[in-house]
Structure formats: structure tokens, C-alpha cells
């Protein structure tokens, strides 16, 4: 059995055997337009299944949001693809040819995969400018980092960076002084300042004020494109303002895929996750 | 911008490693004139006594150095640094007793005392090498050094944290106490070693033998000192400190957080196996008690009562307890115990930050309203 998977497997029709790729190529092949696979993830926890065959293609340069009701599996999936929980089988191809399952945390954030937690997490011992400092794509070896110094190019760029965020004022204060809006903001800017190719964002407005969720909300749209962006949301409204396409996630598989007017008016949907209240809020939309 | 950069990462200018400094070279300077120049009736003398009391102190402030880099730093509490320590210790001891030569009690020209009691007939291999004093002084860093990668590689490999990394130290100090305690170690069993004579060529009974040696534990503790500030405040301490907060964070942005600790873990062990060395020629004797759980404990509290997080802090700490315990065990012996004990409770409670904290406390309420005008202004 485990033979003719093994052997379905090599025999898929976009693999690019192993062999074929030579020991430098890191690059991350999008010639088919396409940055992430992912096929067939199945992670369960004591036997619930977190992920469930999850099925799962992201464009390079979209703005793609997944919405989900709780427990549908939305971190569960950032989890895996950025290797902090192993997963029981299934696949997920940074690119064509780049594994992600059998890389740790620290080599798939050098790949270029960035990542925003749900809790606002920077260090809060350290400055704004520190944070933003240690984010910065540099060398991340142990003897590299120890006799460090800071070039003029990354002093302009981490500057640029926190003029972007809004948080020049603030520069040189703690970051556990900020309040809990500049704070995400902050972490935004720790993405951004390493230039990451995709940006796995969860629920980036949670907490904020409606002026901070529509920065937000402009700056992600401004990111797309140059940057493959992934937003897990709860708040449909900010969903709305942002999204082209959007996915719906369900007991850990795809529940519906489009553009977020076929979302809403989709039955399986509505039944699921949406509820009554979301189909007079869509209709008067 | 760039000055305060450039300011914030330059050593002197931080006040606190000012005063350490400035004191350590008062100490060694009033100290060591005192015992050697001054003469002895003179109320100004400083006793051999005194000086070796000092040279002690000091190496207990280098390890509580050691304990700060990685726990007020890095946020691994070790509980088993007493094992670097004495390590350290052995390998120095080792060298000594090849030192003793045919002056030992059985006159033996190879083999120390405790073998000869023993009826061993030859030196055990890794007696070997021990009778140069380079060869025991790599030994001194390479022991613990090599004991501190295996033990941290495996344990941040497999993401052991918190209490349970603790836990595993002290077991490891514990073992290591048992096996020490074993005659056929060959380490000297529960006796330890002893009855040294002198390091490379000098007396140890001599007074500027034991000058000397104070003033390279301080010289030590200085260059300690000034290297492991440069760590914390280079990127790779930015580095241990974001580890400390937030490790899965950390790891996120592209850092290998496991191999940060290992190292950081390493060159404390390195510190804490030289601290050892240092103790050893000034107390005389190096016995398995130094791998004893409490000892590590009391680390501990020294960095705690000085303050973690600062270095200077730690030094303070280790060389006020024991000035303490000094006085205190020579009044009240059996109450030592619950003095450190009450001390440990006190400090947690009323100064999380120990005594350096209790000072900078009012340096930060004006700093804070110096930073509030400059921003309305």
C-alpha cells in the first residue's frame, strides 16, 4: 500500500523529481505562477483532525484571506507550511521544488516566509528599532551575528521601515511600552523589513480601532503583488475591504474557493459558517 | 542617531561597568601593596589571610558571572553550574598533585598519594599530560566546555525549557557528585585533592604567590567581564534576550535559536571551568562537595540578590552573600542556612531586580521624565 503511494507520489504530474533539481537551487520556481502547494495535509491532534485533506494553491503576488469558523483550521495550516507542527501526511511545495515539510521554523523564515501572530509577539525588552534590527534579512549564523555591525544601507532601511508603520516617534522606546495597536503595527514592520516573498498574516486587525484596521487594510492591499500575502480574518467587514479571493476553510478541509461575492452567495457556505445575520449583511452589500 | 548607536554599543560608556571596573583596580591596588609593602604591625597590613579571602570571592563573583550571561540574559537557569566550577577545579587539582613530585608522603615521583594508598601501579590515561601546565589549563576550559555542548545540545535540540532544563542540571551536578565520590574514579574519592605544594615553581604557602594569584582572578574577572559585556550588548545579546522573552518568535525570523543556546551555554561553562581553576591553587583542596546540588543553588541566589541581567549585578551579589556567610558562619553557623534561605524569599519578593535594582530604580523615574520633555518639546 505504502508502495503505491510512494509511487503515485513520484509519478505526479507537476513533481519535479528530486534529481532533477541541482544541489544549489534554492530559487523558488514559479514558472507556473503558483508559490504554494499544498496538497493532501492531514494533521490530527489525539485523533481530532485539525487538517483534513486539506487541498490548497496560492498565486504568486495574491492577496488570498481564509476565513473560518473556530477550529476550521486556519493556524493549524500556518503551523505546518511554516514547520512549527509536523504534520501526518500530505505535501506543501514552497515553489515547485522547495519542501517545506521537512524544514524547521528558523529555515523556512530564511527561505522567505514571514509570519504575524494572532497575539501581537515582539520582544519587549528591546527597542522598536532593535525589533525591527533583528527581523532585518541579514546573515543569521552564530558567529556572523556576534561580531555584527550595522551597515548605513540597513540603518536607512530599517528607518524607512519604521516611517512606513508610523512609529519614527517611538523609535527608541521599548517596545513593551507601545499600546497594543503599534504593537501589531510593529510586528507588520518586523515583516516587512525582512522582504519576505509570502506573508502569512493571522488575523492582523484583532483589537484594533477602525482607523488602525483601515491603515491595516491599505497597507496589506499596497504589499500584494510585489508579495504574496495570506490573511487568516475573522472580521468580514475587513475581509470585504481587502480581499479578491478568499477561502473558506471548514473542519479542516476547503470549503468553497472565489472571489468574496460567489463566497456569500454560496449555500454550502451559508449553512456552515456564514449564518442568517452574514446573508442580510451580504445581501444589503 | 548614529553617536547614540555607536554609544549604546561602546563599553565604558556604561556607568555601572565604570564603578566595577574602577573598583576592582582599587581593590587590587590597596590589597596587594598592603599585604606585600606594608609591614606587618602596621594597622594598614592586609592579612595573607584577608588576601585569600578576596581571591575566593573573586572567583565565586566569575561564576556568578558565568550563571548571569546565561539566566539573566538568556532566561536558562541552570542549577548545575557547581559542575563546570569544579570541573575546572579538578583539572587545576590534577596539575597540582603532579606538581607534589616525590614530596608526597610516599615519596612516589609519579603517582599521588591516594594511588599509591590505592596500590595502583601505574597512572591512570587520563592522568596523563596533566603534569604541563598549558595542558591543564586547556583542559580547565575544554572539560566543561565539551560536558556543556553534549549536555546543551541535546537538551535545546529536544527544546527542554524552564524548570525541567533546571531540573536536568541538577541532576547532572548530582551525578557527577556520586561518580566523584568513587575511589575508583580516580580522582582521590570523597578526600578530593590536596596537599599542594606549588604552581609553576612558586609556593603556594608564599605571600606573593598568593598576591599573585589574587590579582590574576581579578585581572580574570575583568577580562570576563569586559567579553561577556560585549556579547550582551552585540547582536547576538539582542538575540538571547528576544530567546528569553519570545523563543518561538525567534525562530520565526529566521534564527536558529537552539544553536544560540548551545553556544551561549558553552562559553558560561568555559567561565564557570576557569572560575574553578582560579579557586583552587588560593582554598588548597578540591574534594567532590564542589558537584553538591546546594552549592549551584547558592549561585543562584547570589545573581538574584545583585541583580540578573546586568553582569555587575551578579558580581556584586556573589561577592556580598559571601561576604556575609563569611561573618554569619563564624557567629551562628547552624543558622546560615536559613539566613540564605530568607535572604532568597526576601530578594524575590521585595526586589525582583535584587540591589542594582533598588539603585537604578531612581535613574529610570528621571530618565522617563527626561524622555517625556524631550518629546513635547
Same mark, same amino acid.
Given at each position: 500500500?505504502?508502495?503505491?503511494?510512494? +509511487?503515485?507520489?513520484?509519478?505526479?504530474?507537476?513533481? $519535479?523529481?528530486?534529481?532533477?533539481?541541482?544541489?544549489?537551487?534554492?530559487?523558488?520556481?514559479?514558472?507556473?505562477?503558483?508559490?504554494?502547494?499544498?496538497? %493532501?495535509?492531514?494533521?490530527?491532534?489525539?485523533?481530532?483532525?485539525?487538517?483534513?485533506?486539506?487541498?490548497?494553491?496560492?498565486?504568486?503576488?495574491?492577496?488570498?484571506? $481564509?476565513?473560518?469558523?473556530? %477550529?476550521?483550521?486556519?493556524?493549524?495550516?500556518?503551523?505546518?507550511?511554516?514547520?512549527?507542527? *509536523?504534520?501526518?501526511?500530505?505535501?506543501?511545495?514552497?515553489?515547485?521544488?522547495?519542501?517545506?515539510?521537512?524544514?524547521?521554523?528558523?529555515?523556512?523564515?530564511?527561505?522567505?516566509?514571514?509570519?504575524?501572530?494572532?497575539? *501581537?509577539?515582539?520582544?519587549?525588552?528591546?527597542?522598536?528599532?532593535?525589533?525591527?534590527?533583528?527581523?532585518?534579512?541579514?546573515?543569521?549564523? $552564530?558567529?556572523?551575528?556576534?561580531?555584527?555591525?550595522?551597515? *548605513?544601507?540597513?540603518?536607512?532601511?530599517?528607518?524607512?521601515?519604521?516611517?512606513?508603520?508610523?512609529?519614527?516617534?517611538?523609535?527608541?522606546?521599548?517596545?513593551?511600552?507601545?499600546?497594543?495597536?503599534?504593537?501589531?503595527?510593529?510586528?507588520?514592520?518586523?515583516?516587512?523589513?525582512?522582504?519576505?516573498?509570502?506573508?502569512?498574516?493571522?488575523? *492582523?486587525?484583532?483589537?484594533?480601532? +477602525?482607523?488602525?484596521?483601515?491603515?491595516?487594510?491599505?497597507?496589506?492591499?499596497?504589499?500584494?503583488?510585489?508579495?504574496?500575502?495570506?490573511?487568516?480574518?475573522?472580521?468580514?467587514?475587513?475581509?470585504?475591504?481587502?480581499?479578491?479571493?478568499?477561502?473558506?476553510?471548514?473542519?479542516?478541509?476547503?470549503?468553497?474557493?472565489?472571489?468574496?461575492?460567489?463566497?456569500?452567495?454560496?449555500?454550502?457556505?451559508?449553512?456552515?459558517?456564514?449564518?442568517?445575520?452574514?446573508?442580510?449583511?451580504?445581501?444589503?452589500? | 542617531?548614529?553617536? @547614540?548607536?555607536?554609544?549604546?554599543?561602546?563599553?565604558?560608556?556604561?556607568?555601572?561597568?565604570?564603578?566595577?571596573?574602577?573598583?576592582?583596580?582599587?581593590?587590587?591596588?590597596?590589597?596587594?601593596?598592603?599585604?606585600?609593602?606594608?609591614? !606587618?604591625?602596621?594597622?594598614?597590613?592586609?592579612?595573607?589571610?584577608?588576601?585569600?579571602?578576596?581571591?575566593?570571592?573573586?572567583?565565586?563573583?566569575?561564576?556568578?558571572?558565568?550563571?548571569?550571561?546565561?539566566?539573566?540574559?538568556?532566561?536558562?537557569? !541552570?542549577?548545575?553550574?557547581?559542575?563546570?566550577? @569544579?570541573?575546572?577545579?579538578?583539572?587545576?587539582?590534577?596539575?597540582?598533585?603532579?606538581?607534589?613530585?616525590?614530596?608526597?608522603?610516599?615519596?612516589?615521583?609519579?603517582?599521588?598519594?591516594?594511588?599509591?594508598?590505592?596500590?595502583?601501579?601505574?597512572?591512570?590515561?587520563?592522568?596523563?599530560? =596533566?603534569?604541563?601546565?598549558?595542558?591543564?589549563?586547556?583542559?580547565?576550559?575544554?572539560?566543561?566546555?565539551?560536558?556543556?555542548?553534549?549536555?546543551?545540545?541535546?537538551?535545546?535540540?529536544?527544546?527542554?525549557?524552564?524548570?525541567?532544563?533546571?531540573?536536568?542540571?541538577?541532576?547532572?551536578?548530582?551525578?557527577?557528585?556520586?561518580?566523584?565520590?568513587?575511589?575508583?574514579?580516580?580522582?582521590?574519592?570523597?578526600?578530593?585533592?590536596?596537599?599542594?605544594?606549588?604552581?609553576?615553581?612558586?609556593?603556594?604557602?608564599?605571600?606573593?604567590?598568593?598576591?599573585?594569584?589574587?590579582?590574576?582572578? @581579578?585581572?580574570?574577572?575583568?577580562?570576563?567581564?569586559?567579553?561577556?559585556?560585549?556579547?550582551?550588548?552585540?547582536?547576538?545579546?539582542?538575540?538571547?534576550?528576544?530567546?528569553?522573552?519570545?523563543?518561538? /518568535?525567534? /525562530?520565526?525570523?529566521?534564527?536558529?535559536?537552539?544553536?544560540?543556546?548551545?553556544?551561549?551555554?558553552?562559553?558560561?561553562?568555559?567561565?564557570?571551568?576557569?572560575?574553578?581553576?582560579?579557586?583552587?591553587?588560593?582554598?588548597?583542596?578540591?574534594?567532590?562537595?564542589?558537584?553538591?546540588?546546594?552549592?549551584?543553588?547558592?549561585?543562584?541566589?547570589?545573581?538574584?540578590?545583585?541583580?540578573?541581567?546586568?553582569?555587575?549585578?551578579?558580581?556584586?551579589?556573589?561577592?556580598?552573600?559571601?561576604? @556575609?556567610?563569611?561573618?554569619?558562619?563564624?557567629?551562628?553557623?547552624?543558622?546560615?542556612?536559613?539566613?540564605?534561605?530568607?535572604? =532568597?524569599?526576601?530578594?524575590?519578593?521585595?526586589?525582583?531586580?535584587?540591589?542594582?535594582?533598588?539603585?537604578?530604580?531612581?535613574?529610570?523615574?528621571?530618565?522617563?521624565?527626561?524622555?517625556?520633555?524631550?518629546?513635547?518639546?
Amino acid at each position: 500500500m505504502k508502495t503505491v503511494e510512494q +509511487a503515485k507520489e513520484i509519478l505526479h504530474k507537476e513533481q $519535479v523529481w528530486s534529481f532533477m533539481q541541482s544541489e544549489s537551487a534554492v530559487d523558488i520556481n514559479v514558472d507556473k505562477d503558483i508559490i504554494l502547494y499544498i496538497e %493532501g495535509l492531514t494533521v490530527s491532534f489525539d485523533g481530532f483532525k485539525a487538517l483534513n485533506d486539506l487541498n490548497l494553491y496560492v498565486r504568486d503576488g495574491e492577496l488570498r484571506c $481564509v476565513i473560518g469558523a473556530n %477550529g476550521a483550521g486556519k493556524t493549524t495550516f500556518m503551523d505546518v507550511i511554516t514547520g512549527k507542527t *509536523p504534520c501526518d501526511s500530505g505535501s506543501a511545495y514552497f515553489g515547485q521544488t522547495i519542501n517545506l515539510l521537512d524544514k524547521t521554523e528558523a529555515e523556512v523564515a530564511q527561505l522567505g516566509i514571514g509570519r504575524k501572530f494572532q497575539k *501581537p509577539s515582539v520582544f519587549e525588552a528591546l527597542t522598536v528599532y532593535e525589533n525591527i534590527e533583528l527581523a532585518l534579512k541579514t546573515n543569521k549564523s $552564530v558567529l556572523a551575528t556576534l561580531f555584527y555591525k550595522i551597515t *548605513p544601507k540597513q540603518h536607512e532601511r530599517i528607518k524607512d521601515v519604521i516611517h512606513i508603520i508610523g512609529l519614527e516617534p517611538q523609535t527608541h522606546l521599548l517596545s513593551g511600552a507601545l499600546s497594543h495597536g503599534q504593537k501589531q503595527w510593529l510586528e507588520i514592520g518586523m515583516l516587512l523589513v525582512a522582504d519576505p516573498r509570502v506573508l502569512l498574516v493571522d488575523e *492582523p486587525v484583532a483589537g484594533m480601532t +477602525a482607523q488602525e484596521t483601515e491603515r491595516t487594510a491599505e497597507l496589506l492591499t499596497s504589499l500584494a503583488g510585489d508579495r504574496t500575502v495570506i490573511v487568516v480574518e475573522h472580521d468580514m467587514e475587513f475581509v470585504r475591504s481587502i480581499a479578491k479571493d478568499v477561502t473558506v476553510l471548514h473542519q479542516g478541509s476547503v470549503l468553497a474557493e472565489g472571489t468574496m461575492e460567489e463566497i456569500q452567495n454560496n449555500a454550502q457556505v451559508k449553512e456552515v459558517y456564514l449564518g442568517e445575520d452574514m446573508v442580510s449583511e451580504g445581501g444589503a452589500a | 542617531m548614529s553617536a @547614540a548607536l555607536t554609544g549604546r554599543l561602546s563599553i565604558f560608556n556604561d556607568k555601572g561597568s565604570r564603578v566595577f571596573l574602577s573598583a576592582l583596580a582599587l581593590v587590587i591596588v590597596v590589597a596587594g601593596l598592603g599585604n606585600l609593602l606594608v609591614p !606587618s604591625d602596621s594597622v594598614f597590613h592586609v592579612s595573607t589571610l584577608t588576601i585569600t579571602l578576596l581571591g575566593k570571592y573573586l572567583c565565586f563573583a566569575l561564576l556568578a558571572l558565568s550563571v548571569d550571561v546565561i539566566w539573566g540574559y538568556c532566561g536558562i537557569l !541552570s542549577l548545575g553550574h557547581g559542575a563546570f566550577f @569544579a570541573l575546572g577545579g579538578y583539572a587545576m587539582g590534577m596539575y597540582l598533585m603532579r606538581q607534589i613530585g616525590d614530596r608526597g608522603v610516599y615519596g612516589d615521583p609519579v603517582l599521588p598519594d591516594f594511588m599509591v594508598f590505592l596500590n595502583w601501579d601505574s597512572l591512570p590515561w587520563f592522568w596523563h599530560g =596533566f603534569d604541563q601546565f598549558w595542558f591543564a589549563m586547556v583542559m580547565v576550559m575544554l572539560i566543561p566546555g565539551l560536558l556543556a555542548f553534549v549536555f546543551g545540545w541535546l537538551a535545546f535540540r529536544s527544546r527542554v525549557t524552564g524548570v525541567y532544563l533546571s531540573i536536568m542540571t541538577q541532576a547532572l551536578t548530582y551525578a557527577l557528585l556520586l561518580a566523584f565520590f568513587r575511589n575508583e574514579m580516580g580522582f582521590g574519592g570523597n578526600n578530593g585533592l590536596t596537599d599542594f605544594k606549588d604552581i609553576v615553581g612558586f609556593s603556594l604557602q608564599a605571600d606573593s604567590t598568593r598576591v599573585t594569584l589574587f590579582i590574576i582572578s @581579578a585581572f580574570v574577572l575583568a577580562l570576563a567581564y569586559l567579553v561577556s559585556k560585549y556579547i550582551v550588548t552585540s547582536k547576538y545579546g539582542r538575540i538571547m534576550v528576544s530567546i528569553r522573552d519570545a523563543e518561538n /518568535r525567534t /525562530r520565526f525570523l529566521g534564527y536558529k535559536t537552539e544553536k544560540y543556546k548551545v553556544w551561549l551555554f558553552v562559553y558560561s561553562a568555559v567561565l564557570a571551568g576557569i572560575a574553578g581553576a582560579l579557586y583552587v591553587p588560593q582554598v588548597g583542596i578540591i574534594n567532590p562537595g564542589e558537584f553538591a546540588p546546594l552549592n549551584s543553588i547558592e549561585v543562584v541566589v547570589w545573581v538574584a540578590v545583585g541583580g540578573r541581567g546586568t553582569l555587575y549585578g551578579a558580581i556584586a551579589g556573589a561577592i556580598l552573600v559571601n561576604f @556575609a556567610k563569611t561573618r554569619f558562619t563564624g557567629i551562628f553557623p547552624e543558622a546560615w542556612l536559613f539566613a540564605l534561605g530568607g535572604l =532568597f524569599v526576601v530578594v524575590t519578593i521585595f526586589l525582583p531586580k535584587g540591589i542594582v535594582g533598588l539603585l537604578s530604580k531612581r535613574k529610570s523615574v528621571l530618565d522617563a521624565q527626561s524622555t517625556e520633555k524631550a518629546e513635547a518639546a
